[in-house]
């Protein structure tokens, strides 16, 4: 690492967090805007860390897979830095600029599809994110290319097979359930944190509580039911929230118990009681058909990330041929509904026809120099087999065992977060608000529904959040052709199958924006029905 130009015409602070500080810069050389972390005190584990990460990543076409571009490493005054590519705002912060006013289907749509080639690419290299949130996706340049992002900040990215099952990570309002409960970790933690993402697009305000660890088990619940036997037996946390009653099984502590389990001074307690598919049906008026057919499919996408178990999470490669993605479900009516135009015009940034490149390095030359430069380190990106069936096995043999923990339920009856008596779903409750008495007698009451997401520490400009660490990636040139192994929906239907000649990409007619799009879903079903 050498002292670099950027430092020499500093153009302001763009975000700061406890761990770094980025600033926008140019390079007096190429006039080029970029910005530079800087990393705070003497972590030098951390740095190297991140560094490696990158390092890792820069194999990755920073564009095709949207991972932001990393330029170099250096130090000024004894100061780790490193340059990335200047980037526009991040989606929280066009969250707060519309002040909480929902995105649209078709406007989540690239977005989302955007994050889950990300994904599946660093998948394809052994790595998962684990820090994904609005905060750190970052607007590419909205105003030329709307809703074109890019995914950043690799502080907390971990190879696959590192899965850490005592670390508190993630922010809570995008943490995986696995996190709280203290279970093996794995890259299914990525897909809940994208449901928790589109859910915040399509909601205007984060779904899950961001305060309080309590409150965020509450909601979990209410939304989507119980975690099983299993989990809470496995679940090196799980007494912090719940307690084993042999009268009724599994219970979730009152916020009193929950006080003095985890010695916290305040409980957060109350949620409306609503469940997801009344959410996201009921949440919004009906425009046509075409939209409600729309909004289901994204609610069975959004169902399939917010699965409670890790393992029956959807994965990226999957999810790239799900049809909310794909818009195979509205071929039929794009030549005649402006829903179906405006879906065409907005996927413009995050075509379709992308999804048979390959994930991995970008040619046989890059690879090399990429290799030569991590030494041995690229061997520790292999991929290994997931632990989660392990914890599985071994908990089915403790699911007859009676749990020691027998504290009472201090009389008050909390037995509507008992396993025994799960919360049903009323849509007709969906307003109300719990309030929850505690040990002492003080009553705590906390109206979270539908409040607004406040990240906390969170960026104002640059590259995006820089709460632990914001770690980009190098661009590369060449470019190589595979396709996902994983499909879903095999068993489909293929709506193309009316058509009687097949075309191809280079035979199909240039001129007709619609006949583009068939297709790309020719193709994409293609890719289906063959398994490819």
């Excluded at 991140?50 to 564009?63: G, M, S, T």
Aim: charged share 25%; hydrophobic share 35%.
């Amino acid at each position: 690492m050498s002292t670099s130009c950027f430092m020499d015409d500093v153009m302001g602070i763009q975000g700061e967090g406890a761990y770094a500080q980025v600033i926008k810069c140019v390079n007096v050389n190429t006039s080029e805007v970029v910005a530079i972390k800087i990393h705070k005190g003497q972590d030098e584990e951390s740095f190297q860390h991140e560094l490696e990460i990158i390092q890792a990543v820069r194999a990755l076409d920073p564009d095709k897979k949207n991972i932001v571009r990393f330029i170099e490493v250096f130090r000024s005054d004894c100061l780790a830095c490193m340059a990335f590519e200047m980037l526009d705002r991040s989606l929280l912060d066009l969250m707060d600029e519309r002040n909480g006013l929902p995105l649209s289907l078709n406007e989540i749509r690239p977005i989302t599809h955007q994050i889950l080639v990300a994904l599946e690419a660093l998948n394809s290299i052994g790595i998962m994110h684990r820090d994904l949130k609005p905060n750190n996706i970052m607007l590419v340049n909205h105003r030329e290319e709307p809703f074109r992002i890019k995914v950043i900040d690799f502080g907390m990215a971990l190879p696959i097979w590192r899965r850490e099952d005592t670390e508190i990570i993630q922010n809570l309002s995008y943490r995986a359930p696995e996190v709280n409960l203290g279970l093996p970790l794995s890259e299914a933690v990525d897909m809940w944190s994208v449901g928790c993402i589109m859910a915040h697009l399509y909601f205007g305000y984060s779904l899950f509580p961001y305060k309080c660890p309590y409150n965020w088990m509450e909601t979990v619940l209410c939304l989507l039911g119980w975690p099983s036997n299993e989990m809470l037996l496995a679940g090196k946390y799980s007494r912090k929230f719940f307690i084993f009653d042999p009268g009724i099984g599994w219970r979730l502590r009152t916020p009193g118990e929950y006080r003095k389990e985890n010695h916290v001074k305040r409980v957060f307690s109350g949620v409306s009681c609503y469940n997801l598919e009344c959410e996201v049906v009921n949440g919004r008026v009906k425009q046509n058909d075409l939209e409600y057919k729309d909004r289901m499919v994204f609610l069975d996408l959004l169902k399939s990330c917010l699965q409670l178990e890790a393992q029956n999470r959807i994965i990226p490669s999957d999810a790239l041929t799900h049809h909310y993605v794909t818009m195979v479900h509205m071929v039929d009516s794009l030549e005649t509904s402006s829903y179906g135009d405006n879906a065409l015009d907005l996927m413009v940034v995050s075509p379709l026809d992308n999804l048979d490149e390959t994930t991995g390095p970008l040619n046989s030359e890059t690879s090399n120099k990429e290799c030569d430069s991590l030494g041995d380190f690229s061997k520790h990106f292999v991929t290994k087999s997931s632990p989660l069936e392990t914890w599985r096995e071994s908990s089915r043999s403790q699911t007859s065992e009676t749990n020691p923990d027998e504290e009472s339920d201090c009389g008050w009856g909390y037995s509507k977060f008992s396993h025994a008596n799960k919360p049903k779903h009323d849509c007709s409750h969906k307003s109300s608000t719990a309030t929850a008495p505690c040990n002492d007698g003080v009553t705590e009451q906390c109206s979270l529904s539908k409040t607004k997401e406040m990240d906390s520490p969170r960026n104002t400009g640059g590259t995006g959040s820089i709460d632990k660490a914001t770690a980009d990636v190098g661009q590369t040139d060449g470019a190589a052709a595979s396709v996902p192994s994983n499909f879903s929906n095999k068993s489909a239907i293929n709506p193309m199958d009316k058509d009687d000649v097949k075309m191809s990409p280079e035979e199909a007619p240039q001129k007709n924006i619609f006949q583009k799009a068939r297709n790309i879903f020719r193709r994409v079903w293609e890719w289906v029905d063959t398994g490819r």
